[in-house]
């Protein structure tokens, strides 16, 4: 046996150890874990004339959970996309795994990757089952045999998500935070190590919103995922991610955890707004108040 199979940890990926080199199932490939999951090299696209993105480097640690964030047409989305694959950059590169993301196949990168955008599903009237189901995709054959344990895997999401009851319900007969619920689970049964998140709480009630990432991080530590969730709600951001990283007319404005980013003359900067910082009652951790411009005498 050689030194470096010797290094290597067989482990399942809900107890991934952190020593040396290892195997994880959904890479396929041997993994070197000193070297960061993802790296962003200088990455830039352009859109015809149009530069979207430009010179962004950043380094994403397996387990991370990196908030993006940025005013409107900063490039978020851009950069979600080419971390997921389905753009590829103008310049620079995407490296995940140590390989560059463009040298793997759309059904491997979507049994490591999964996305799940602001308005996760239409309201279409398949039985919430059959979408969660759709998640096994990349697991199954050209028969749609699953590789693994796909039902089992599928009952353990709706349970874990208390989708049980409602798993023959169309999901055009849901609400909103429901279906949101469904795309969620939908993208845990595809079992990602990488989840990429779009604005997902855009739609949700302050109640589902909180609940939906709260799901999220019940689910990221069970299971060790990486998650890069684009926020426009740095409220939530700061409370849930672990470092925030911050663009600007498509370039990175700065990165680092919630209490170095979220200061007065960062947001100020970036966002173009006059906030108030307040520590958060329960943790201490940064919150924002905006302050209006022109304030209106009240009797
Ligand atoms: N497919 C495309 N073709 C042309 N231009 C695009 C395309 N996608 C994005 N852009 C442009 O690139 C810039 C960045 O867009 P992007 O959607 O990444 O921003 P964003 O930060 O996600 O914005 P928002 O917060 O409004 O969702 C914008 O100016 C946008 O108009």
Not at 222 to 241: E, G, K, S, Y
Request: hydrophobic share 35%; with cysteine.
């Amino acid at each position: 046996m050689s030194k470096d199979t010797n290094q290597m940890v067989h482990a399942n990926r809900n107890e991934l150890k952190f020593t040396g080199k290892q195997a994880d199932p959904s890479f396929n490939v041997q993994r070197d874990i000193s070297k960061p999951l993802m790296e962003v090299d200088g990455a830039g696209k352009r859109y015809g004339e149009h530069q979207a993105l430009n010179g962004v480097s950043w380094q994403i640690a397996e387990g991370d959970w990196w908030g993006v964030v940025g005013p409107n047409g900063s490039g978020k989305s851009t950069l979600l996309q080419l971390l997921a694959g389905t753009e590829s950059v103008s310049e620079g590169s995407i490296r995940l795994n140590g390989r560059n993301i463009t040298s793997y196949s759309r059904k491997d990168l979507s049994r490591m990757i999964a996305v799940l955008q602001q308005d996760g599903l239409p309201a279409i009237s398949y039985p919430v089952r059959d979408v969660v189901e759709m998640g096994r995709y990349p697991y199954q054959n050209w028969l749609g045999r699953d590789s693994g344990d796909g039902e089992k895997i599928v009952d353990r999401v709706l349970e874990e998500l208390g989708l049980s009851e409602l798993a023959d319900r169309p999901l055009d007969a849901l609400s909103g935070g429901q279906r949101q619920r469904v795309a969620l689970a939908k993208v845990m049964a595809q079992e990602p190590s990488i989840l990429l998140l779009d604005e997902p709480t855009t739609f949700l009630d302050i109640r589902y919103q909180l609940q939906f990432m709260e799901l999220l991080s019940t689910w990221r530590q069970r299971n060790r995922i990486t998650i890069v969730a684009v926020l426009h709600d740095l409220n939530l951001a700061a409370q849930f991610c672990d470092h925030i990283l911050a663009l600007k007319e498509g370039e990175s404005a700065g990165s680092g955890t919630p209490h170095a980013l979220m200061t007065e003359e960062h947001i100020r900067e970036i966002f173009q707004v006059n906030p108030a910082m307040v520590k958060h009652p329960d943790h201490g951790i940064p919150q924002l108040l905006l302050r209006r411009e022109h304030e209106e005498p009240k009797n």
